[in-house]
C-alpha cells in the first residue's frame, strides 16, 4: 500500500531495510532475521521493492528513533520514510504501560521530516478480519472483530512448536524460525 501514497510518484520504489542487529533478550536474533527476510523476499517477488539490511540495533526510542532512522534511510538516497504505529515504543518498567502514545512517533516524523528533506508515508494500522486484511478503521465501520496474535504469543506458540495462523505469517518464514529459534 505504501506505493499507492498519494505523495509517492508512479514510479517510486520502496526500499524495505530493516535492522538486523542484536536484539532484546526475548526476541529473534538478528541473524535468524535476516534468513526471514530472504525467503519473504522470495515470497513477494516484486520489481518496485529492493532490499537492503541495516547492521544496527533497536534503541526502543520512539520518537527519537524515528528521527534517526529516518536520517539513516536519507544516508540511503531514500526520499520517503514508511512510519509504523508505536515505531520503536517501549513500556515503562514500573507500571508496564506504553511509554510513547501509539502515534508519537509518526506525528514527530511528519513534524521534523520537512527539514530533513523527507516524506513521511504512515504505515496503517492493518487487521486481520474475517474478510481478509482491512484497516482498523475499515474493520470498525464493518462491524468487524480483528482477529490478533501478539508477538508474544507468537514466540511462545512458535517455540512450543504449536500452528502459527497462515494470516499471521508465511509458512517459509515460520519454518525459517523453527530451525533456528
Request: hydrophobic share 35%; aromatic share 10%; with cysteine.
Amino acid at each position: 500500500r505504501a506505493l499507492d501514497a498519494p505523495n509517492v510518484g508512479k514510479d517510486g520504489v520502496v526500499l524495505v531495510h530493516p535492522t538486523c542487529g542484536p536484539t532484546q533478550k526475548d526476541d529473534i536474533p538478528g541473524d535468524v532475521r535476516y534468513k526471514t527476510y530472504e525467503v519473504l523476499k522470495e515470497e513477494t517477488k516484486d520489481p518496485r521493492v529492493k532490499w537492503a539490511y541495516m547492521p544496527y540495533s533497536m534503541h526502543m526510542a520512539g520518537p527519537r528513533e524515528a528521527i534517526q532512522h529516518m536520517l539513516l534511510r536519507k544516508n540511503y538516497g531514500c526520499t520517503h520514510f514508511i512510519i509504523g504505529r508505536d515505531m520503536a515504543g517501549s513500556k515503562s518498567s514500573i507500571t508496564g504501560e506504553d511509554y510513547y502514545g501509539a502515534y508519537d512517533a509518526q506525528e514527530t516524523a511528519a513534524k521534523y521530516g520537512p527539514e530533513m528533506g523527507m516524506k513521511t508515508v504512515p504505515s496503517l494500522n492493518l487487521v486481520y478480519t474475517e474478510e481478509g486484511y482491512l484497516t482498523a478503521d475499515e474493520a470498525k465501520e464493518k462491524n468487524l472483530k480483528p482477529v490478533k496474535l501478539s508477538g508474544t504469543e507468537f514466540r511462545r506458540r512458535l517455540r512450543a512448536g504449536e500452528e502459527i495462523p497462515e494470516w499471521f505469517a508465511f509458512k517459509s518464514v515460520v519454518n525459517v524460525l523453527r530451525q533456528h529459534v
